[in-house]
Structure formats: C-alpha cells, structure tokens
T-cell receptor, first 114, second 113 residues
Framework: AQSVTQPDIHITVSEGASLELRCNYSYGATPYLFWYVQSPGQGLQLLLK??????LVQGIKGFEAEFKRSQSSFNLRKPSVHWSDAAEYFC????????????FGQGTELSVKP | DVKVTQSSRYLVKRTGEKVFLECVQD?????MFWYRQDPGLGLRLIYFSYDVKMKEKGDIPEGYSVSREKKERFSLILESASTNQTSMYLC????????????FGQGTRLTVV
C-alpha cells in the first residue's frame, strides 16, 4: 500500500540556520511527490512538486527538495530559515486510481528560535 | 484567483446529529477530496470523487458519507455525529491529471459535544 512517513514530528532551528525535513514514501510506480506548508490558521499551500526529470526541484520561498529513488526519499531543504517559516510541513505522494489522490505524511511542525 | 470554499470555519454539533460540511470549487476540477486533520496523524483521506456522482473510499470512511451532484460541489455527511469525529476537516480539489497541484480550503473545525 502507498504510504508517506515523516519521521520528525517537531523540529526547532535557529533563525538563519539551515533546515532539512525528511520524507520517505512507499509506492510501486514512479511517484508524484509534493511538499505543502500550513501556516497557523491557514489552509495548505504548495511549496514544490516532483514528477520527473531533474531530481532537485526548486519551490517557492527559497525551498528545494531532492528526489532519491534509491532511498525512497524526498527531503525538503532551505539554506537559511526565517522566522516566518515556522509552520507545519506535509509531504505527499500522488496516486493514480481513477483520477488522482494525495496520500499525506504525518507532518513536521517547525519552530524557529530568534 | 483559484478558490476552494468551505461553508463554515467553525461548527459545534451535538452527539447524534446529522452534520453536513459543504465545499465548493470554482476551477472546474474533476477531483475533489475530503481529509481529516488530527495532531500527529497528518491528513487522512476520508473520501474522494473523480467525477460527478462518482466516489471512492479513502483510508477512514467509517461514519461518513459524501455527495457530489454537481461538479463544483462536494459534501461530507456525518450520519450520526460522535465525539471522536471532533477534528479539522479539509476539502481539496484538483484536475484529474496528477501533474497538477491540489488546492485546499481553509478548513472546518468541527466540535461534537
């Protein structure tokens, strides 16, 4: 069965430090992979997506993610975190089944220290 | 600007009530989804629909049903609300092609007392 695992429930980083959020997926075919961000009281916003081609994808707000097929991973990175990045981050895999549906991970809550 | 609109931000209902959560999208999307969001559990798919009158069960359909009579509207129904259905409910929509993103509503926080 398809699944997504985000091993870190909560991460705290200092402002200006680098960030990496982990995501592992289980899916038999070539995956469609997404990262979404949810700020407090807000809906989910797409940060970036991977379908094929270059395994390093760039997104909004200075985020990037790298697809590693051998490790079944799609980790999110940012070189320098800003206080406004504090939010919950969700990794998702797209599954084709009479249309498409998204399977989400458990989410990682990011806190940013001044 | 694309929009997915959920009818209520906050709802308080009593145990045993029949509850309707409404979602409308204005993007002519084929796919529509209902998710439930709980701390530490992420988003769990309740039901999705890939066309009018078509529906598929997600991972946690028990206690819920859905209706899609028009392409733009997808309703989630709690037949007899229970306290364990207290949660945040998120609606989303997308084109059928997975090469596009899903757009989410703001969510409905439902409390069952």
């Amino acid at each position: 069965a398809q699944s997504v695992t985000q091993p870190d429930i909560h991460i705290t980083v200092s402002e200006g430090a680098s960030l990496e959020l982990r995501c592992n997926y289980s899916y038999g075919a070539t995956p469609y992979l997404f990262w979404y961000v949810q700020s407090p009281g807000q809906g989910l916003q797409l940060l970036l997506k991977y379908f094929s081609g270059d395994t390093l994808v760039q997104g909004i707000k200075g985020f990037e993610a790298e697809f590693k097929r051998s490790q079944s991973s799609f980790n999110l990175r940012k070189p320098s975190v800003h206080w406004s990045d504090a939010a919950e981050y969700f990794c998702a895999v797209g599954v084709y089944n009479q249309g498409g549906k998204l399977i989400f991970g458990q989410g990682t809550e990011l806190s940013v220290k001044p | 600007d694309v929009k997915v609109t959920q009818s209520s931000r906050y709802l308080v209902k009593r145990t045993g009530e029949k509850v309707f959560l409404e979602c409308v999208q204005d993007m002519d999307h084929e796919n529509m989804f209902w998710y439930r969001q709980d701390p530490g559990l992420g988003l769990r798919l309740i039901y999705f629909s890939y066309d009018v009158k078509m529906k598929e069960k997600g991972d946690i359909p028990e206690g819920y049903s859905v209706s899609r009579e028009k392409k733009e509207r997808f309703s989630l129904i709690l037949e007899s609300a229970s306290t364990n259905q207290t949660s945040m409910y998120l609606c989303a929509s997308s084109f059928r092609d997975m090469n596009t993103e899903a757009f989410f509503g703001q969510g409905t926080r439902l409390t069952v007392v």
